[in-house]
């Protein structure tokens, strides 16, 4: 399920997320609007990399689980 369609996320850690279903839209790219999708690795692996140019994001991180795999697009990376 992608975050945008998850009513349980706060604004704060959603961004401008809204921007794939319309790029999606826009672009006839079907795995940015469908609210949750099951797929093969490498459609996956294109959706994560086209979200992350769209939200304009500095990396990627893939956290595989058991039942569902998590994506994110970090942003605003620091030296700690």
């Known amino acids: 399920m992608w975050s945008w ?3 349980s996320l706060p604004q704060a850690v ?6 794939l279903p319309r790029y999606g839209e826009e672009h ?8 949750s999708f099951r797929a093969e690795e ?3 692996a294109q959706a994560r990399i086209v979200a992350a140019d769209v939200l304009a994001a500095e990396g990627l991180w893939f956290e ?3 039942e569902v795999d998590l994506h994110f697009a970090i942003h605003d990376l620091r030296r700690v």
């Open 5 to 7: 369609a998850n009513d």
């Open 28 to 35: 006839a790219f079907p795995l940015l609007v469908w609210p």
């Open 42 to 44: 490498t459609p996956v």
């Open 14 to 19: 959603l961004g401008d997320i809204t921007a």
């Open 64 to 66: 595989p689980g058991d």
